[in-house]
Protein backbone atom coordinates (compact mmCIF):
# COMPACT_ATOMS: atom_id res chain seq x y z
CA UNK A 1 0.00 0.00 0.00
CA UNK A 2 1.41 3.75 -1.10
CA UNK A 3 1.48 6.21 1.95
CA UNK A 4 -1.07 8.41 0.28
CA UNK A 5 -3.47 5.58 0.97
CA UNK A 6 -2.91 5.22 4.24
CA UNK A 7 -3.18 9.26 4.88
CA UNK A 8 -6.62 9.45 2.99
CA UNK A 9 -9.11 8.75 5.95
CA UNK A 10 -12.01 7.55 4.32
CA UNK A 11 -9.26 4.39 4.29
CA UNK A 12 -8.81 1.35 6.06
CA UNK A 13 -5.10 0.04 6.93
CA UNK A 14 -6.06 -2.57 4.54
CA UNK A 15 -7.22 -0.22 1.79
CA UNK A 16 -10.77 -1.00 1.94
CA UNK A 17 -12.93 1.88 2.42
CA UNK A 18 -14.27 3.21 5.83
CA UNK A 19 -17.85 3.07 5.79
CA UNK A 20 -20.26 5.59 8.12
CA UNK A 21 -21.89 4.51 11.00
CA UNK A 22 -25.55 5.49 10.86
CA UNK A 23 -26.43 5.73 13.97
CA UNK A 24 -29.96 4.07 13.32
CA UNK A 25 -28.64 1.54 10.69
CA UNK A 26 -30.36 3.65 7.84
CA UNK A 27 -27.84 4.75 5.49
CA UNK A 28 -27.67 8.13 3.97
CA UNK A 29 -29.39 9.07 0.91
CA UNK A 30 -26.72 10.47 -2.03
CA UNK A 31 -28.00 12.21 -4.81
CA UNK A 32 -25.83 12.30 -7.96
CA UNK A 33 -27.20 14.84 -10.79
CA UNK A 34 -25.35 13.86 -13.95
CA UNK A 35 -26.37 13.98 -17.74
CA UNK A 36 -23.79 11.81 -18.88
CA UNK A 37 -24.38 7.85 -18.26
CA UNK A 38 -20.97 6.74 -17.73
CA UNK A 39 -19.57 9.58 -15.57
CA UNK A 40 -22.92 8.82 -13.24
CA UNK A 41 -22.33 4.97 -13.56
CA UNK A 42 -18.62 5.83 -12.06
CA UNK A 43 -19.58 8.32 -9.38
CA UNK A 44 -22.30 5.78 -7.98
CA UNK A 45 -20.12 2.81 -8.22
CA UNK A 46 -17.59 5.35 -6.12
CA UNK A 47 -20.40 5.90 -3.62
CA UNK A 48 -21.98 2.60 -3.25
CA UNK A 49 -18.92 1.42 -1.83
CA UNK A 50 -18.94 3.30 1.09
CA UNK A 51 -22.64 1.66 2.06
CA UNK A 52 -24.86 4.77 1.10
CA UNK A 53 -27.99 4.84 -0.60
CA UNK A 54 -27.70 5.85 -4.12
CA UNK A 55 -30.60 8.13 -6.20
CA UNK A 56 -29.12 9.61 -9.48
CA UNK A 57 -30.88 12.11 -11.92
CA UNK A 58 -29.52 13.15 -15.16
CA UNK A 59 -30.96 16.81 -15.48
CA UNK A 60 -31.89 19.30 -12.94
CA UNK A 61 -35.62 19.71 -13.38
CA UNK A 62 -35.11 15.83 -12.48
CA UNK A 63 -33.22 16.41 -9.79
CA UNK A 64 -35.80 18.78 -8.33
CA UNK A 65 -38.63 16.40 -8.33
CA UNK A 66 -36.60 14.07 -6.17
CA UNK A 67 -36.13 16.52 -3.90
CA UNK A 68 -39.23 17.05 -3.57
CA UNK A 69 -40.07 13.36 -2.11
CA UNK A 70 -36.86 12.89 -0.01
CA UNK A 71 -34.03 14.96 1.52
CA UNK A 72 -30.65 13.66 0.76
CA UNK A 73 -27.07 14.04 2.81
CA UNK A 74 -25.07 15.58 0.21
CA UNK A 75 -25.93 16.19 -3.28
CA UNK A 76 -23.04 15.12 -6.02
CA UNK A 77 -24.12 17.88 -9.31
CA UNK A 78 -22.55 18.07 -12.34
CA UNK A 79 -21.69 21.43 -13.71
CA UNK A 80 -22.29 21.53 -17.52
CA UNK A 81 -25.65 20.33 -18.02
CA UNK A 82 -28.32 21.33 -21.09
CA UNK A 83 -31.02 23.29 -20.44
CA UNK A 84 -30.51 23.86 -16.47
CA UNK A 85 -27.44 23.51 -15.78
CA UNK A 86 -25.49 22.81 -12.33
CA UNK A 87 -25.19 26.24 -11.20
CA UNK A 88 -29.21 27.12 -11.83
CA UNK A 89 -29.96 23.87 -10.30
CA UNK A 90 -28.20 24.34 -6.92
CA UNK A 91 -29.50 27.81 -6.84
CA UNK A 92 -33.14 26.42 -6.81
CA UNK A 93 -32.25 23.85 -4.37
CA UNK A 94 -31.08 26.16 -2.06
CA UNK A 95 -34.01 28.69 -2.66
CA UNK A 96 -36.55 25.31 -0.78
CA UNK A 97 -36.29 26.14 2.95
CA UNK A 98 -36.34 22.16 3.13
CA UNK A 99 -33.26 21.42 1.24
CA UNK A 100 -31.56 25.29 1.50
CA UNK A 101 -28.84 23.67 3.48
CA UNK A 102 -28.08 20.36 1.80
CA UNK A 103 -24.78 20.69 1.37
CA UNK A 104 -24.08 20.49 -2.62
CA UNK A 105 -20.58 19.20 -4.18
CA UNK A 106 -19.79 20.19 -8.11
CA UNK A 107 -18.26 18.34 -10.12
CA UNK A 108 -16.91 19.67 -13.26
CA UNK A 109 -14.18 19.41 -15.99
CA UNK A 110 -10.24 20.28 -15.06
CA UNK A 111 -10.17 23.00 -17.19
CA UNK A 112 -12.60 24.96 -16.22
CA UNK A 113 -12.09 28.62 -14.64
CA UNK A 114 -11.39 30.20 -11.12
CA UNK A 115 -14.12 32.53 -11.95
CA UNK A 116 -16.66 29.45 -12.41
CA UNK A 117 -14.95 27.96 -9.24
CA UNK A 118 -15.54 31.31 -7.23
CA UNK A 119 -19.48 31.04 -8.58
CA UNK A 120 -19.98 27.73 -7.56
CA UNK A 121 -18.98 28.81 -4.22
CA UNK A 122 -21.47 31.82 -4.02
CA UNK A 123 -24.12 29.45 -5.27
CA UNK A 124 -23.67 27.43 -1.81
CA UNK A 125 -21.45 24.76 -2.58
CA UNK A 126 -19.74 22.96 0.15
CA UNK A 127 -16.65 21.80 -2.35
CA UNK A 128 -15.96 21.97 -5.90
CA UNK A 129 -13.86 18.52 -7.64
CA UNK A 130 -12.79 18.22 -10.70
CA UNK A 131 -12.99 14.85 -13.03
CA UNK A 132 -11.27 12.40 -13.63
CA UNK A 133 -13.01 11.55 -10.06
CA UNK A 134 -10.19 10.03 -7.80
CA UNK A 135 -12.27 7.63 -5.89
CA UNK A 136 -10.41 8.04 -2.60
CA UNK A 137 -10.65 11.92 -2.79
CA UNK A 138 -14.27 11.88 -3.09
CA UNK A 139 -14.96 9.05 -0.34
CA UNK A 140 -12.55 11.48 1.74
CA UNK A 141 -15.35 14.34 1.22
CA UNK A 142 -18.05 12.56 1.23
CA UNK A 143 -17.35 10.93 4.73
CA UNK A 144 -17.11 14.67 6.27
CA UNK A 145 -20.62 15.63 5.01
CA UNK A 146 -22.15 12.21 5.59
CA UNK A 147 -20.44 12.08 9.05
CA UNK A 148 -22.41 15.50 9.77
CA UNK A 149 -25.54 14.41 7.98
CA UNK A 150 -25.52 11.21 11.17
CA UNK A 151 -24.55 13.30 14.09
CA UNK A 152 -27.61 15.44 13.32
CA UNK A 153 -29.69 12.26 12.70
CA UNK A 154 -28.33 11.28 15.94
CA UNK A 155 -29.02 14.45 17.86
CA UNK A 156 -32.53 13.80 16.50
CA UNK A 157 -32.99 10.60 17.49
CA UNK A 158 -31.61 11.28 21.21
CA UNK A 159 -34.21 14.74 21.50
CA UNK A 160 -37.18 12.12 20.38
CA UNK A 161 -35.71 9.85 22.85
CA UNK A 162 -35.70 12.60 25.58
CA UNK A 163 -39.55 13.97 24.39
CA UNK A 164 -40.07 10.36 25.14
CA UNK A 165 -38.83 9.78 28.45
CA UNK A 166 -40.06 12.80 29.74
CA UNK A 167 -43.52 12.39 28.39
CA UNK A 168 -43.31 8.86 30.18
CA UNK A 169 -42.01 10.84 33.48
CA UNK A 170 -45.50 12.83 33.23
CA UNK A 171 -47.74 9.89 32.51
CA UNK A 172 -45.85 7.93 35.89
CA UNK A 173 -45.90 11.42 38.01
CA UNK A 174 -49.89 11.55 37.12
CA UNK A 175 -50.74 7.79 37.93
CA UNK A 176 -48.95 8.37 41.03
CA UNK A 177 -50.91 12.00 41.93
CA UNK A 178 -53.77 9.96 40.76
CA UNK A 179 -52.76 7.21 43.08
CA UNK A 180 -52.37 9.42 46.01
CA UNK A 181 -55.82 11.23 45.49
CA UNK A 182 -57.69 7.70 45.66
CA UNK A 183 -55.65 7.07 48.55
CA UNK A 184 -56.53 10.45 50.55
CA UNK A 185 -59.99 10.33 49.00
CA UNK A 186 -60.01 6.83 51.00
CA UNK A 187 -58.87 7.68 54.43
CA UNK A 188 -60.75 10.98 53.89
CA UNK A 189 -63.93 8.22 53.57
CA UNK A 190 -63.13 6.10 56.72
CA UNK A 191 -61.84 9.05 59.03
CA UNK A 192 -65.26 10.30 58.30
CA UNK A 193 -67.25 6.96 58.37
CA UNK A 194 -65.53 5.27 61.46
CA UNK A 195 -63.25 7.73 63.30
CA UNK A 196 -66.03 10.60 62.57
CA UNK A 197 -69.50 8.71 63.80
CA UNK A 198 -67.44 7.43 66.91
CA UNK A 199 -66.87 10.74 67.89
CA UNK A 200 -70.32 12.11 66.85
CA UNK A 201 -71.90 9.07 69.29
CA UNK A 202 -69.10 9.88 71.91
CA UNK A 203 -70.01 13.97 72.21
CA UNK A 204 -74.03 12.85 72.33
CA UNK A 205 -73.50 10.84 75.48
CA UNK A 206 -71.02 13.48 77.15
CA UNK A 207 -74.21 15.67 76.31
CA UNK A 208 -76.50 13.71 78.29
CA UNK A 209 -74.11 13.57 81.21
CA UNK A 210 -73.36 17.11 81.18
CA UNK A 211 -76.92 17.63 80.83
CA UNK A 212 -78.01 15.09 83.48
CA UNK A 213 -75.62 16.44 86.38
CA UNK A 214 -76.10 19.84 86.18
CA UNK A 215 -77.78 20.29 89.14
CA UNK A 216 -77.40 17.12 91.05
CA UNK A 217 -73.16 16.46 90.76
CA UNK A 218 -71.69 20.32 89.81
CA UNK A 219 -67.88 18.61 89.99
CA UNK A 220 -68.96 15.73 87.72
CA UNK A 221 -70.94 18.25 85.55
CA UNK A 222 -68.01 20.34 85.27
CA UNK A 223 -65.77 17.17 84.07
CA UNK A 224 -68.36 16.42 81.93
CA UNK A 225 -68.17 19.86 80.46
CA UNK A 226 -64.49 19.78 79.62
CA UNK A 227 -64.73 16.70 77.67
CA UNK A 228 -67.66 18.01 75.67
CA UNK A 229 -65.13 21.08 74.70
CA UNK A 230 -62.43 18.19 74.13
CA UNK A 231 -64.49 15.66 71.95
CA UNK A 232 -65.82 19.45 69.65
CA UNK A 233 -62.30 20.24 69.06
CA UNK A 234 -61.60 17.31 67.91
CA UNK A 235 -64.60 16.95 66.19
CA UNK A 236 -62.81 20.19 64.29
CA UNK A 237 -59.71 18.86 64.18
CA UNK A 238 -61.05 15.32 62.33
CA UNK A 239 -62.92 17.60 59.93
CA UNK A 240 -59.59 19.70 59.08
CA UNK A 241 -58.06 16.71 58.51
CA UNK A 242 -60.83 15.34 55.84
CA UNK A 243 -61.16 18.30 54.19
CA UNK A 244 -57.34 18.96 53.96
CA UNK A 245 -57.11 14.97 52.59
CA UNK A 246 -60.60 15.65 50.00
CA UNK A 247 -62.95 18.08 50.64
CA UNK A 248 -66.58 16.54 50.26
CA UNK A 249 -67.09 19.99 48.42
CA UNK A 250 -64.97 18.97 45.79
CA UNK A 251 -67.75 16.69 44.87
CA UNK A 252 -69.99 19.58 44.09
CA UNK A 253 -67.83 21.01 41.08
CA UNK A 254 -64.63 22.89 41.27
CA UNK A 255 -66.16 26.32 41.36
CA UNK A 256 -68.09 25.49 44.40
CA UNK A 257 -64.91 23.88 45.62
CA UNK A 258 -62.76 27.29 45.29
CA UNK A 259 -65.16 28.96 46.81
CA UNK A 260 -64.63 27.09 50.00
CA UNK A 261 -60.94 27.61 49.92
CA UNK A 262 -60.94 30.92 49.51
CA UNK A 263 -63.76 31.18 52.61
CA UNK A 264 -60.89 28.88 54.52
CA UNK A 265 -58.36 31.00 53.42
CA UNK A 266 -59.66 33.96 54.68
CA UNK A 267 -60.72 32.66 57.86
CA UNK A 268 -57.70 31.43 58.77
CA UNK A 269 -55.31 34.22 57.25
CA UNK A 270 -57.55 37.33 57.95
CA UNK A 271 -55.77 38.07 54.02
CA UNK A 272 -58.93 39.48 51.80
CA UNK A 273 -58.93 37.43 49.16
CA UNK A 274 -61.79 37.95 46.32
CA UNK A 275 -62.80 35.73 43.36
CA UNK A 276 -63.68 36.23 40.55
CA UNK A 277 -65.55 33.75 37.80
CA UNK A 278 -65.11 35.43 33.91
CA UNK A 279 -66.33 32.56 32.50
CA UNK A 280 -70.15 30.67 33.31
CA UNK A 281 -70.34 27.26 33.98
CA UNK A 282 -66.31 27.09 34.46
CA UNK A 283 -65.91 23.99 35.37
CA UNK A 284 -69.22 22.14 33.41
CA UNK A 285 -67.62 18.66 31.79
CA UNK A 286 -64.43 18.95 33.67
CA UNK A 287 -62.62 16.10 34.27
CA UNK A 288 -61.72 14.86 37.71
CA UNK A 289 -57.99 14.71 37.30
CA UNK A 290 -58.08 18.28 35.99
CA UNK A 291 -60.35 19.54 38.71
CA UNK A 292 -58.28 18.33 41.76
CA UNK A 293 -55.10 19.57 40.50
CA UNK A 294 -56.04 22.90 39.68
CA UNK A 295 -58.05 22.52 43.41
CA UNK A 296 -54.67 21.51 45.00
CA UNK A 297 -52.62 24.26 43.04
CA UNK A 298 -54.51 26.85 44.62
CA UNK A 299 -54.57 25.41 47.99
CA UNK A 300 -50.35 25.54 47.72
CA UNK A 301 -50.72 29.01 46.13
CA UNK A 302 -52.65 30.41 48.95
CA UNK A 303 -50.72 28.70 51.69
CA UNK A 304 -47.68 29.84 50.00
CA UNK A 305 -49.27 33.87 50.48
CA UNK A 306 -49.46 32.67 54.13
CA UNK A 307 -46.54 31.50 54.56
CA UNK A 308 -44.29 34.26 52.72
CA UNK A 309 -45.94 36.75 50.16
CA UNK A 310 -46.83 39.12 53.53
CA UNK A 311 -49.16 40.33 51.51
CA UNK A 312 -53.00 42.09 52.39
CA UNK A 313 -55.09 41.23 49.69
CA UNK A 314 -54.89 37.85 46.86
CA UNK A 315 -57.25 37.90 43.88
CA UNK A 316 -58.48 34.68 42.14
CA UNK A 317 -59.69 34.97 38.38
CA UNK A 318 -61.46 31.80 36.75
CA UNK A 319 -61.84 31.61 33.21
CA UNK A 320 -62.43 29.05 29.91
CA UNK A 321 -61.75 29.67 26.28
CA UNK A 322 -61.44 27.73 23.22
CA UNK A 323 -60.49 24.17 25.33
CA UNK A 324 -58.38 25.74 27.64
CA UNK A 325 -58.97 26.62 31.66
CA UNK A 326 -57.58 29.46 33.13
CA UNK A 327 -56.61 30.24 36.83
CA UNK A 328 -55.14 33.79 37.66
CA UNK A 329 -53.81 34.56 41.31
CA UNK A 330 -52.40 37.04 42.37
CA UNK A 331 -51.18 38.97 46.00
CA UNK A 332 -49.43 42.13 46.53
CA UNK A 333 -47.17 41.27 48.45
CA UNK A 334 -43.21 41.19 48.48
CA UNK A 335 -42.69 39.46 45.32
CA UNK A 336 -39.94 37.60 43.83
CA UNK A 337 -36.70 38.30 42.15
CA UNK A 338 -36.39 37.84 38.52
CA UNK A 339 -34.08 35.00 39.42
CA UNK A 340 -36.45 33.23 41.77
CA UNK A 341 -39.10 33.62 38.92
CA UNK A 342 -36.54 31.25 36.47
CA UNK A 343 -35.96 29.03 39.11
CA UNK A 344 -39.09 28.08 39.85
CA UNK A 345 -38.17 26.95 42.95
CA UNK A 346 -39.08 29.38 45.67
CA UNK A 347 -42.49 29.23 47.84
CA UNK A 348 -43.77 25.74 46.62
CA UNK A 349 -43.33 27.05 42.60
CA UNK A 350 -41.75 23.68 41.67
CA UNK A 351 -44.81 21.54 43.27
CA UNK A 352 -47.26 23.69 41.10
CA UNK A 353 -45.11 23.44 37.83
CA UNK A 354 -44.65 19.96 37.95
CA UNK A 355 -48.26 19.26 38.86
CA UNK A 356 -49.26 21.62 35.66
CA UNK A 357 -46.67 19.91 33.46
CA UNK A 358 -48.12 16.16 33.96
CA UNK A 359 -51.39 17.81 32.63
CA UNK A 360 -49.50 19.22 29.39
CA UNK A 361 -50.56 22.84 31.23
CA UNK A 362 -48.45 25.66 31.32
CA UNK A 363 -47.52 27.92 34.12
CA UNK A 364 -46.69 31.74 34.15
CA UNK A 365 -44.53 33.60 36.46
CA UNK A 366 -44.53 37.58 36.86
CA UNK A 367 -43.64 39.28 39.88
CA UNK A 368 -41.52 42.21 40.71
CA UNK A 369 -40.37 43.00 43.97
CA UNK A 370 -42.40 44.87 46.58
CA UNK A 371 -45.12 44.45 43.84
CA UNK A 372 -46.80 41.37 44.70
CA UNK A 373 -46.97 38.19 42.17
CA UNK A 374 -49.47 36.69 39.73
CA UNK A 375 -49.52 33.11 39.35
CA UNK A 376 -51.09 32.15 35.97
CA UNK A 377 -52.19 29.19 35.24
CA UNK A 378 -53.21 27.80 31.84
CA UNK A 379 -54.93 23.95 31.73
CA UNK A 380 -56.39 21.89 28.64
CA UNK A 381 -59.76 20.76 29.25
CA UNK A 382 -59.54 16.64 29.34
Not at 139 to 144: D, I, N, P, T
Not at 330 to 352: A, C, E, M, P, V
Amino acid sequence: MSTNQQEIPALKANGNLRQPLSPDGIPASILVVDDSPAKQKAVVSIVSRMGLDVTTASSGREALRLLLKQDFAVILLDVKMPVMDGFETATLIHGRPRSAHTPIIFITAEADSDSERFLAYTMGAVDYIFSPIVPEVLCAKLRVFVDLFYMQRKLILQADELRQSKQLLRQLASHQEMIKEEERKRIAREIHDELGQNLLALRIDASMLHARTARMHPKLNEKAAHALNHIDTTIKSVRSIINNLRPPVLDLGLQAAIEWQIQEFRRRSGISCELTVVTEEFDKDLGEKCATALFRILQESLTNVIRHAKASQVDVVLSKESGWLGMKISDNGIGLRQDQTKRGQTFGLQGIDERIQMLGGELKIESVPGQGTSLTISMPVN
